[in-house]
C-alpha cells in the first residue's frame, strides 16, 4: 500500500450508497489489520519496508500499524481509512495504547450502523443515542475503576499490557520510582539484556564549551562541589565580561562556577583557564540547551527554578556586568562532560519549585496523560509536547530512569522498545485514572445498563443505538479469544454464565476472576478507546457524500 | 523536680537526640548525641561518658543524631550521625567506623534503623542540604534517593513499625511533608499544610499498619489558621488536623507515643520549654508533672519503658544536660 501502487483517481462526488460502501471497506481493511494485534498472545503484521531488500518491519501495536499505512488504491476506500486511520494515531498519541480495542469497536458500530441507515434509518439521531450511551459507559467504567499503588500493582498491570514479565517487572519498579509524571528514557543497549539506570540530579544536553576544561580529569566528566551557577543564554566575546561574576562567586566564598551560556569565544574559555585551580577557584562553562530558542528558555527557567537563580537572557537584553548573587543558581554538585551537565541536590526555593511542577502538570493535562485530558479530542503534535513536558518535568522531580533494552537484533530492539515506550505511557496513565478489569470484561460489565436503558426506551433510533452498543462491548473479547486461536462462541457462552469479573485467561485457557488473576486493563486507556470509536463512529456514520480531489496531497501526518 | 541525674552542662552543647536500648529495663543502655559529641549510659542516664574514646579525637566531633538497632541485644549496632558521615559500631558504642556519604559533606539531621533490622539492614539518614540517604548493607554503603522530595533540606524522618511489609516511611523538611512507599527510594508530597511547615517531628502509631495514625510536629507558625505546632493525622497523612490549640503555643521538638497506642492512646508532646501529656490521643493535654519547668529549654526526649506515670522519661536540654524524670 505503497504511493506507488496508488491509482491516479478522477476528481468525482460520491453519494450513497457507493460512499457507505467505499468507507466501510477502507475501514474493514484498517481494522483487519490491527485486529490481530489485540490481547496477551497477538499475532505480529509485517510491514513492507520502502527498500524492499530489507527485512519487513515487525509489528504488535494498533497505533504503529495504522501509522505506517498512509494510503489506500481505492480513493473512496482511502477516504474510510484514513479516517480510523486517523482516529487511532490520536488515540496512540494521546495515551499510548488502547487502539485495537478501539479498532474493533469502531469497526463493530459502523458497520451495524451503515445497514441501519440503509434500511432507514436517521444518522444524526443514531449519532446523538451513541454518544448518549457512550457517556453511560464511561461512567459504569469509572465507577469499577481502582487505583493502582505500589510497585507490584504496577508490575501487574505492566505485564496486562505487555506481555513481557521481566519488561514488566522493571517497568512497575521505574514508575514506582520515578513516579507517574517522572522522566524515563528508553535506549537501544548493546547486550541482550534489559537494565535500568537512576540518575540523581537533573541533566540537559550542553557539554562543556571547550574540551579543555576536561583536561586532567581522571574520566571525561568533571564535577565541582558547592558550586554557583550562572544561568545564561549570552554570548561573552570579552573575558572581562566573566569578571562580574567570577567576583561575585568568590565574594560569597564559593570556589566553584558553572557557568551555562550560548557561547563563549576562545579568550573568555581562556581566561576560565587560566584562573583554574581546584583548591582555590574552578569554572567550567557549558552549551546552554536545545536548539529551539523556545526550549532553550524553557530548559533554562527549569534550571533556575531548581537551583534558585534567574536566568539572563538575550532576548531581554541582560548583561553579565552587574550580575547579583541573587541571580546565580546553587546546587551542592555540578558536572558536565562532552555532550551533557547536570545538577545534583540544587538549592532552589522549594515553594517555586512545586509552583513550576503545578504548572507543568497543568500543561501536560492539556495536551494528554493527564486526569482532565482524557476528555477531550486528541490532537496532532500533542505526544511530542506532552513528551517535552514530562522531560521538564522529571527533571525537577530529583532524578530520572533509563531502560536499556537489549535483543538479538535491531528489529527486536526496536520492537520491544516501542512496547516499552507504550506500556509506560499506559502505566502513567494507569497511576493517574485506575485500572479495570481486563481481557474486555470491564466493557461486558457495561451491558447490564445498556440493556436496561435498551429495555426503557421506546424510539427506534435510540433502540438500535443501544443494541450497536452491546453487540460492539463483546467485539474486543471476542477478537482476544479469536486471537489465541480459541472458539469465541462457545466460550463466550460460558463467560455469561460465569457473571460479572468473570473472563477469559487466554494463557491458562480457563474462564477466571480477572481481577484475582491479575488480568488488567488501564482505565485512561479503555476509556478513550470508548470514547474515540463510539464518537468516531458516531461522526462517520453521519458523512453523506464523498468528494475526491484530482491531485490529493500524500501526508504522513493526519490533520 | 523528681530529676534523678543530670550531665554537668556546657554552654550551647545541646542535646540532639537521644536513643535507648530495646531492653533499656535490663541493660540500662541509653545514648544522647551532643554537640560535644556522642555519650553514652549504662545506667538508664544517671552516668554518662564519651562514646568516642576509642577514636581519641582532638576536637569534639558534633554529632547530629543516634539511633540503636531493634536487635541491639544481638547485633550490638548503634548508628550516629555526623558530618559527612554515618558513624556505626557493632559493639555497643565501644568502637566505630565511619560509613562517608557524598562529597561535600552533608549535615546528619536524623537517622532511622528498619524494625526488621535483622533480616533487611535497612537504615536511613535525614541530611540538611542532601535530602535523604539510603543504605540496604548495615549501614556500608549510602546511596542518596530524592525522586519527588521536593524540599532536600530534611529535619525529620518516622518509619512504619511494619516496615517490613509496607515499607513506608515520612520525612519532614522545611516546607512540608513527604512519604515514601517503597523504602524510601521515592517519595511523595504529603497534603500538609505547608504554611504550617518546618516539620520538626514526627510519630507513627504503633499500629500504624491497621490505623493510619500518625503526629506531626511544627515550629508553631502563629497564624490563625494553624495556632498550634501539633498535627494529626489519621488516614496515613491524607488530612490533617490541628491538636492541643491552648496548650502549645511554640515548637514541638518532639512526639512519643504510647508503645500500646491507640489502646492505651498516650502522647507525650515536647515543646521548647515544657514536656506535655494527652491520654487521650491529643484532645486534652496536661503537664508531664505538676510544677515541672525547663527553663533551659528541651530539646528532645525518650520514653524507654512507655508514658505510665511511673516510667522515667530523658529529657534532652539545649544546655547539654540530660534530665531522668
Given at each position: 500500500m505503497t504511493r506507488s501502487q496508488t491509482t491516479q483517481a478522477r476528481p468525482a462526488v460520491v453519494f450513497q450508497p457507493a460512499a457507505y460502501r467505499g468507507m466501510q471497506q477502507g475501514i474493514d481493511q484498517i481494522v483487519e489489520a490491527i485486529r490481530p494485534t489485540l490481547g496477551p498472545r497477538p499475532r505480529l503484521v509485517a510491514i513492507e519496508r520502502a527498500s524492499r531488500s530489507k527485512p519487513p518491519e515487525l509489528l504488535d501495536s494498533g497505533g504503529v500499524i495504522a501509522r505506517r499505512i498512509i494510503e489506500l488504491p481505492d480513493p473512496d476506500q482511502n477516504m474510510g481509512a484514513m479516517f480510523i486511520r486517523g482516529l487511532l494515531w490520536r488515540l496512540h498519541e494521546q495515551v499510548g495504547d488502547g487502539t485495537a480495542t478501539a479498532a474493533t469497536l469502531f469497526q463493530s458500530l459502523f458497520n451495524q450502523g451503515v445497514r441501519y441507515m440503509v434500511s432507514g434509518g436517521n444518522a444524526m439521531l443514531l449519532r446523538r443515542h451513541l454518544e448518549g450511551g457512550m457517556q453511560l459507559i464511561l461512567d459504569t467504567l469509572t465507577s469499577m475503576t481502582t487505583q493502582v499503588e505500589g510497585k507490584e500493582d504496577l508490575e501487574r498491570v505492566a505485564a496486562s499490557i505487555c506481555y513481557d514479565p521481566p519488561l514488566a517487572r522493571l517497568l512497575g519498579e521505574i514508575l514506582d520510582i520515578v513516579g507517574e509524571y517522572g522522566w524515563l528514557e528508553i535506549r537501544s543497549s548493546q547486550g541482550r539484556e534489559l537494565e535500568r539506570e537512576y540518575v540523581e540530579g537533573a541533566y540537559w544536553e550542553g557539554g562543556v564549551l571547550s574540551r579543555q576544561m576536561l583536561d586532567g580529569q581522571p574520566k571525561p566528566k568533571v564535577e565541582m562541589e558547592n558550586a554557583a551557577i550562572l544561568i545564561s543564554d549570552l554570548e561573552v566575546e570579552d573575558p572581562q565580561q566573566l569578571v562580574p561574576v567570577m567576583d561575585v562567586t568568590l565574594q560569597a566564598g564559593l570556589r566553584s562556577l558553572l557557568i551555562v551560556a550560548g557561547k563563549l569565544s576562545d579568550s573568555a574559555i581562556g581566561l576560565l583557564q587560566a584562573n583554574r585551580d581546584p583548591a582555590k577557584f574552578q569554572a567550567i562553562a557549558v552549551q546552554a540547551p536545545a536548539p529551539r530558542t523556545d526550549e532553550r528558555a524553557a530548559a533554562l527557567e527549569d534550571l533556575a527554578v531548581l537551583t534558585g537563580g534567574i536566568p539572563l537572557l538575550k532576548a531581554a537584553g541582560d548583561t553579565l556586568g552587574r550580575v547579583t548573587l541573587a541571580e546565580l543558581g546553587r546546587a551542592r554538585r555540578v558536572w558536565a562532560d562532552r555532550s551533557h551537565f547536570g545538577v545534583v541536590a540544587a538549592q532552589g526555593d522549594p515553594h517555586r519549585l512545586r509552583a513550576q511542577i503545578a504548572s507543568l502538570r497543568e500543561a501536560i493535562s492539556r495536551v494528554g496523560s493527564g486526569p482532565s485530558s482524557f476528555a477531550r479530542t486528541p490532537q496532532a503534535g500533542d505526544a511530542e509536547a506532552r513528551r517535552r513536558l514530562q522531560q521538564r518535568m522529571g527533571k525537577l522531580m530529583g532524578g530520572s530512569a533509563i531502560l536499556w533494552v537489549g535483543g538479538a537484533t535491531e528489529s527486536e530492539i526496536a520492537l520491544r522498545k516501542e512496547l516499552a515506550q507504550r506500556t509506560a505511557d499506559a502505566l502513567r496513565g494507569a497511576v493517574l485514572e485506575g485500572v479495570l478489569p481486563g481481557g474486555g470484561v470491564s466493557l461486558l460489565a457495561c451491558c447490564p445498563r445498556l440493556r436496561q436503558m435498551l429495555d426503557q426506551s421506546t424510539d427506534p433510533d435510540e433502540r438500535f443505538a443501544y443494541r450497536a452498543l452491546l453487540r460492539a462491548m463483546e467485539e474486543p473479547c471476542r477478537t482476544i479469544i479469536t486471537n489465541a486461536g480459541y472458539d469465541a462462541s462457545e466460550i463466550m457462552s460460558e463467560i455469561r454464565r460465569g457473571g460479572l469479573g468473570c473472563g477469559f485467561d487466554v494463557i491458562s485457557g480457563q474462564i477466571v476472576d480477572v481481577w484475582q488473576a491479575g488480568i488488567l486493563d488501564v482505565a485512561a486507556v479503555q476509556k478513550a478507546a470508548v470514547r474515540s470509536a463510539v464518537s468516531g463512529a458516531g461522526l462517520a456514520l453521519t458523512v453523506d457524500t464523498l468528494v475526491r480531489r484530482k491531485r490529493p496531497a500524500v501526508s504522513m501526518e493526519p490533520d | 523536680?523528681?530529676?534523678?541525674?543530670?550531665?554537668?552542662?556546657?554552654?550551647?552543647?545541646?542535646?540532639?537526640?537521644?536513643?535507648?536500648?530495646?531492653?533499656?529495663?535490663?541493660?540500662?543502655?541509653?545514648?544522647?548525641?551532643?554537640?560535644?559529641?556522642?555519650?553514652?549510659?549504662?545506667?538508664?542516664?544517671?552516668?554518662?561518658?564519651?562514646?568516642?574514646?576509642?577514636?581519641?579525637?582532638?576536637?569534639?566531633?558534633?554529632?547530629?543524631?543516634?539511633?540503636?538497632?531493634?536487635?541491639?541485644?544481638?547485633?550490638?549496632?548503634?548508628?550516629?550521625?555526623?558530618?559527612?558521615?554515618?558513624?556505626?559500631?557493632?559493639?555497643?558504642?565501644?568502637?566505630?567506623?565511619?560509613?562517608?556519604l557524598a562529597s561535600p559533606p552533608p549535615l546528619v539531621s536524623a537517622l532511622v534503623v528498619s524494625p526488621d533490622f535483622a533480616h533487611d539492614g535497612t537504615l536511613l539518614a535525614a541530611t540538611m542540604d542532601d535530602g535523604v540517604f539510603r543504605s540496604a548493607d548495615r549501614g556500608s554503603r549510602w546511596v542518596a534517593w530524592n525522586f519527588g522530595l521536593l524540599d532536600l533540606h530534611v529535619l525529620t524522618l518516622a518509619i512504619s513499625p511494619a516496615f517490613a511489609q509496607d515499607e513506608t516511611l515520612f520525612a519532614g523538611t522545611e516546607s512540608g511533608l513527604f512519604r515514601s512507599t517503597n523504602g524510601g527510594r521515592a517519595w511523595r508530597e504529603v497534603h500538609f499544610p505547608t504554611a504550617a511547615a518546618p516539620v520538626l517531628s514526627l510519630a507513627l502509631s504503633p499500629a500504624y499498619a491497621a490505623d493510619g495514625v500518625l503526629f506531626a510536629g511544627t515550629e508553631g507558625s502563629g497564624e490563625p489558621e494553624y495556632p498550634s505546632g501539633l498535627f494529626h493525622s489519621s488516614d496515613r497523612g491524607r488530612t490533617w488536623v490541628g491538636l492541643g490549640d491552648e496548650a502549645f503555643g511554640g515548637a514541638v521538638n518532639g512526639i512519643l507515643l504510647s508503645p500500646d497506642f491507640p489502646t492505651q492512646a498516650d502522647v507525650l508532646a515536647v515543646l521548647d520549654s515544657s514536656l506535655t501529656i494527652s491520654r487521650d490521643g491529643g484532645q486534652t493535654w496536661s503537664p508531664w508533672k505538676a510544677g515541672l519547668s525547663f527553663d533551659q529549654g528541651i530539646s528532645c526526649a525518650a520514653a524507654p519503658q512507655g508514658l505510665n506515670p511511673s516510667a522515667p522519661v530523658l529529657a534532652g536540654l539545649v544546655d547539654g544536660g540530660v534530665l531522668r524524670l
Amino acid at each position: 500500500m505503497t504511493r506507488s501502487q496508488t491509482t491516479q483517481a478522477r476528481p468525482a462526488v460520491v453519494f450513497q450508497p457507493a460512499a457507505y460502501r467505499g468507507m466501510q471497506q477502507g475501514i474493514d481493511q484498517i481494522v483487519e489489520a490491527i485486529r490481530p494485534t489485540l490481547g496477551p498472545r497477538p499475532r505480529l503484521v509485517a510491514i513492507e519496508r520502502a527498500s524492499r531488500s530489507k527485512p519487513p518491519e515487525l509489528l504488535d501495536s494498533g497505533g504503529v500499524i495504522a501509522r505506517r499505512i498512509i494510503e489506500l488504491p481505492d480513493p473512496d476506500q482511502n477516504m474510510g481509512a484514513m479516517f480510523i486511520r486517523g482516529l487511532l494515531w490520536r488515540l496512540h498519541e494521546q495515551v499510548g495504547d488502547g487502539t485495537a480495542t478501539a479498532a474493533t469497536l469502531f469497526q463493530s458500530l459502523f458497520n451495524q450502523g451503515v445497514r441501519y441507515m440503509v434500511s432507514g434509518g436517521n444518522a444524526m439521531l443514531l449519532r446523538r443515542h451513541l454518544e448518549g450511551g457512550m457517556q453511560l459507559i464511561l461512567d459504569t467504567l469509572t465507577s469499577m475503576t481502582t487505583q493502582v499503588e505500589g510497585k507490584e500493582d504496577l508490575e501487574r498491570v505492566a505485564a496486562s499490557i505487555c506481555y513481557d514479565p521481566p519488561l514488566a517487572r522493571l517497568l512497575g519498579e521505574i514508575l514506582d520510582i520515578v513516579g507517574e509524571y517522572g522522566w524515563l528514557e528508553i535506549r537501544s543497549s548493546q547486550g541482550r539484556e534489559l537494565e535500568r539506570e537512576y540518575v540523581e540530579g537533573a541533566y540537559w544536553e550542553g557539554g562543556v564549551l571547550s574540551r579543555q576544561m576536561l583536561d586532567g580529569q581522571p574520566k571525561p566528566k568533571v564535577e565541582m562541589e558547592n558550586a554557583a551557577i550562572l544561568i545564561s543564554d549570552l554570548e561573552v566575546e570579552d573575558p572581562q565580561q566573566l569578571v562580574p561574576v567570577m567576583d561575585v562567586t568568590l565574594q560569597a566564598g564559593l570556589r566553584s562556577l558553572l557557568i551555562v551560556a550560548g557561547k563563549l569565544s576562545d579568550s573568555a574559555i581562556g581566561l576560565l583557564q587560566a584562573n583554574r585551580d581546584p583548591a582555590k577557584f574552578q569554572a567550567i562553562a557549558v552549551q546552554a540547551p536545545a536548539p529551539r530558542t523556545d526550549e532553550r528558555a524553557a530548559a533554562l527557567e527549569d534550571l533556575a527554578v531548581l537551583t534558585g537563580g534567574i536566568p539572563l537572557l538575550k532576548a531581554a537584553g541582560d548583561t553579565l556586568g552587574r550580575v547579583t548573587l541573587a541571580e546565580l543558581g546553587r546546587a551542592r554538585r555540578v558536572w558536565a562532560d562532552r555532550s551533557h551537565f547536570g545538577v545534583v541536590a540544587a538549592q532552589g526555593d522549594p515553594h517555586r519549585l512545586r509552583a513550576q511542577i503545578a504548572s507543568l502538570r497543568e500543561a501536560i493535562s492539556r495536551v494528554g496523560s493527564g486526569p482532565s485530558s482524557f476528555a477531550r479530542t486528541p490532537q496532532a503534535g500533542d505526544a511530542e509536547a506532552r513528551r517535552r513536558l514530562q522531560q521538564r518535568m522529571g527533571k525537577l522531580m530529583g532524578g530520572s530512569a533509563i531502560l536499556w533494552v537489549g535483543g538479538a537484533t535491531e528489529s527486536e530492539i526496536a520492537l520491544r522498545k516501542e512496547l516499552a515506550q507504550r506500556t509506560a505511557d499506559a502505566l502513567r496513565g494507569a497511576v493517574l485514572e485506575g485500572v479495570l478489569p481486563g481481557g474486555g470484561v470491564s466493557l461486558l460489565a457495561c451491558c447490564p445498563r445498556l440493556r436496561q436503558m435498551l429495555d426503557q426506551s421506546t424510539d427506534p433510533d435510540e433502540r438500535f443505538a443501544y443494541r450497536a452498543l452491546l453487540r460492539a462491548m463483546e467485539e474486543p473479547c471476542r477478537t482476544i479469544i479469536t486471537n489465541a486461536g480459541y472458539d469465541a462462541s462457545e466460550i463466550m457462552s460460558e463467560i455469561r454464565r460465569g457473571g460479572l469479573g468473570c473472563g477469559f485467561d487466554v494463557i491458562s485457557g480457563q474462564i477466571v476472576d480477572v481481577w484475582q488473576a491479575g488480568i488488567l486493563d488501564v482505565a485512561a486507556v479503555q476509556k478513550a478507546a470508548v470514547r474515540s470509536a463510539v464518537s468516531g463512529a458516531g461522526l462517520a456514520l453521519t458523512v453523506d457524500t464523498l468528494v475526491r480531489r484530482k491531485r490529493p496531497a500524500v501526508s504522513m501526518e493526519p490533520d | 523536680m523528681g530529676v534523678e541525674s543530670q550531665e554537668p552542662a556546657q554552654i550551647g552543647d545541646i542535646v540532639y537526640s537521644i536513643a535507648v536500648s530495646p531492653n533499656f529495663t535490663r541493660d540500662g543502655i541509653c545514648f544522647a548525641a551532643r554537640r560535644s559529641g556522642l555519650y553514652r549510659s549504662k545506667d538508664g542516664g544517671i552516668t554518662w561518658r564519651s562514646a568516642y574514646e576509642a577514636l581519641s579525637l582532638k576536637a569534639p566531633l558534633p554529632t547530629m543524631t543516634v539511633a540503636v538497632s531493634p536487635d541491639f541485644a544481638v547485633d550490638r549496632s548503634v548508628f550516629a550521625g555526623v558530618l559527612g558521615g554515618i558513624l556505626r559500631s557493632s559493639d555497643g558504642g565501644a568502637c566505630w567506623s565511619l560509613a562517608e556519604l557524598a562529597s561535600p559533606p552533608p549535615l546528619v539531621s536524623a537517622l532511622v534503623v528498619s524494625p526488621d533490622f535483622a533480616h533487611d539492614g535497612t537504615l536511613l539518614a535525614a541530611t540538611m542540604d542532601d535530602g535523604v540517604f539510603r543504605s540496604a548493607d548495615r549501614g556500608s554503603r549510602w546511596v542518596a534517593w530524592n525522586f519527588g522530595l521536593l524540599d532536600l533540606h530534611v529535619l525529620t524522618l518516622a518509619i512504619s513499625p511494619a516496615f517490613a511489609q509496607d515499607e513506608t516511611l515520612f520525612a519532614g523538611t522545611e516546607s512540608g511533608l513527604f512519604r515514601s512507599t517503597n523504602g524510601g527510594r521515592a517519595w511523595r508530597e504529603v497534603h500538609f499544610p505547608t504554611a504550617a511547615a518546618p516539620v520538626l517531628s514526627l510519630a507513627l502509631s504503633p499500629a500504624y499498619a491497621a490505623d493510619g495514625v500518625l503526629f506531626a510536629g511544627t515550629e508553631g507558625s502563629g497564624e490563625p489558621e494553624y495556632p498550634s505546632g501539633l498535627f494529626h493525622s489519621s488516614d496515613r497523612g491524607r488530612t490533617w488536623v490541628g491538636l492541643g490549640d491552648e496548650a502549645f503555643g511554640g515548637a514541638v521538638n518532639g512526639i512519643l507515643l504510647s508503645p500500646d497506642f491507640p489502646t492505651q492512646a498516650d502522647v507525650l508532646a515536647v515543646l521548647d520549654s515544657s514536656l506535655t501529656i494527652s491520654r487521650d490521643g491529643g484532645q486534652t493535654w496536661s503537664p508531664w508533672k505538676a510544677g515541672l519547668s525547663f527553663d533551659q529549654g528541651i530539646s528532645c526526649a525518650a520514653a524507654p519503658q512507655g508514658l505510665n506515670p511511673s516510667a522515667p522519661v530523658l529529657a534532652g536540654l539545649v544546655d547539654g544536660g540530660v534530665l531522668r524524670l
